[in-house]
């Protein structure tokens, strides 16, 4: 026997053995009839129907100097109240997770501001889409178009997941149409990296790109398991350099029901401020722990204040999972579910102790008119504990605005923070209310993003 012919035999029993093993790990359909050629072709066409691509419109003010935001200084020099506006234009993509009522997921930031939305089918269909209700914090988004002859894709148990599992993401990068790219699982639960307010990402390393935004993250048997949402990138231009994020599917579905039931999400709050424990705080505490997140206030009658936490409690877990720091407690706690009781392992004192806390909503007013008439339509709230504004400024956020109401004919929109009324600064929900009941018009200061701004709603 050559060389030859043995290497040629070593060669194909390797080949036969990596047949073998990747036959049993992916579905029946992996290998395509003609050839027995391995292929994802049969799996992407049962799922790339549910996958649409998303254009969004809007209208943005323009303002060439930040003083023409004061509407005192357009009154003194006669300029006019309304202020010039520009189109915007932003593509992204969704997934259909309901075929009979035509729900579509995708991501906050895709659709935040729009004032039409587009989507668009894999089959040339278009339909103009209504938003069901938006959470910020996880950036989830949940529309709604017309439920004609629509697929769906189905949702797996993304707590079944594992690193280098196989994964395929769905989108519309850069608005070129459906693509298909392909990659691993890198990691699980990724949080902190500041993205989102509240973070559990699977980390993958199929290629997503600006456009992807709402897309889908499949595994080979055709299962969501992810919401693709964001990229890293460290240079100025965005672009995948194969650090992707996805939303896992539990998370979604548990922000979706919410969205579908409520119109918003209402999310658990525990009631505390707290910090990073540092080497300097844990020599200070007079402990070794150096993982965790000490509490430096506790908001009275919230379920932290009810369960005994104090001020320099430190909180090393949660239901026993042990906490890095005071972002992923934050994390933890507003992921859950309102109602939910939870144990947290603290320190007192030098003393390990547990308490067990029922987690409340974040306190939020009434959108019937009640607050203001022109701010009928719109939910208000306290700073949620993931907010970036959380305990770094203080006033009140705008949680949701519905479509057409005065609030939104006012200018409100969606995750505005209202610092301050008729120039009197505002500290909490509580002050907001008496504040803004019986003034014949009102003078919003407004943050929205990285810009501030006055509202004058007459």
Known sequence: MTQNLKSFLVWLAGLTLIAQVASAALPLDWFADEGKMPTLAPMLDRSKPAVVNIATRSHVRVQDNPLLNDPFFRHFFNLPDQPRVRPRQSLGSGVIIDAREGLVITNNHVIRGADEIMVSLNDGRNFQAEIVGTDPATDVALIKIPSENLSALPLADSESLRVGDFVVAIGNPFGLGQTV????????????????????????????????????????????????????????????????????????????DQLLEFGEVRRAYLGVQMQDITPELANAFGIEQQ????????????????AGLQVGDIITAVDGARLANADSLRNTIGLMVVGQEVELSIIRDGDEKTLTAEVKQTRQAETNGTVHPKLSGATFGDIEEGSPYFGRVEGVMVYSVKRGSPAWNAGLRAEDLITSVNRQPVKSLEAFKPMVQNADQLLLNIVRGRQAMFLLLK
């Open 181 to 256: 790219t392909s990659g691993i699982v890198s990691a699980l639960g990724r949080s902190g990296l500041g993205i989102e307010g509240y973070e559990n990402f699977i980390q993958t390393d199929a290629s997503i790109n600006p456009g992807n935004s709402g897309g889908a993250l499949v595994n080979l048997r055709g299962e969501l398991v992810g919401i693709n949402t964001a990229i890293f990138s460290p240079g100025q231009n965005p672009g995948n350099i194969g650090i992707g994020f996805a939303i896992p599917t539990n998370l979604v579905k548990q922000i979706s």
């Open 291 to 306: 993982e965790g997140a000490v509490v430096t206030h506790v908001v009275p009658d919230s379920a932290a204040d009810e």
